[in-house]
């Protein structure tokens, strides 16, 4: 069980960062990814980040305005929200799993509760 954080409401052009932790067990063998879902769409991928942080992808979307990074140390990835605009306004979840999700930005397990982002215009 992973558990989100850092979430808000922000205005146009602003920015967040978000948390992820895991309640039990350690991120650090795992790739972690953050999804998120806005009202009335699918869940898409958003960026990606494998267990050494050594290789990252990121929706086209987002590119050049979030980023993704881990700290193994402290067991924890963050998600650097940038330039926000109303379209990133939506639920982002994290998530943890193989490799294979990093490539293609997919994944079919739980999903937990999520941290809201509201982006204001």
Do not use: H
């Not at 932790?21 to 998120?36: D, I, K, Q």
């Not at 639920?91 to 990093?102: H, L, N, S």
């Amino acid at each position: 069980q992973l558990v989100e954080s850092g979430g808000g409401l922000v205005q146009s052009g602003g920015s967040l960062r978000l948390e992820c932790t895991p309640s039990e067990e350690t991120l650090n063998y795992y790739a972690v990814g953050w999804f998120r879902q806005a009202p009335g769409k699918e869940r898409e991928g958003v960026a990606c980040i494998s267990s050494t942080g050594g290789s990252t992808n990121y929706a086209d979307s987002v590119k050049g305005r979030f980023t993704i990074s881990r700290d193994n140390a402290k067991k924890m990835v963050y998600l650097q929200l940038n330039s926000l605009q109303p379209e990133d306004t939506g639920r982002y979840y994290c998530v943890a799993d193989t490799q294979e999700m990093c490539v293609t930005l997919t994944f079919f397990g739980s999903w937990g509760p999520g941290t809201q982002v509201t982006v204001s215009s």
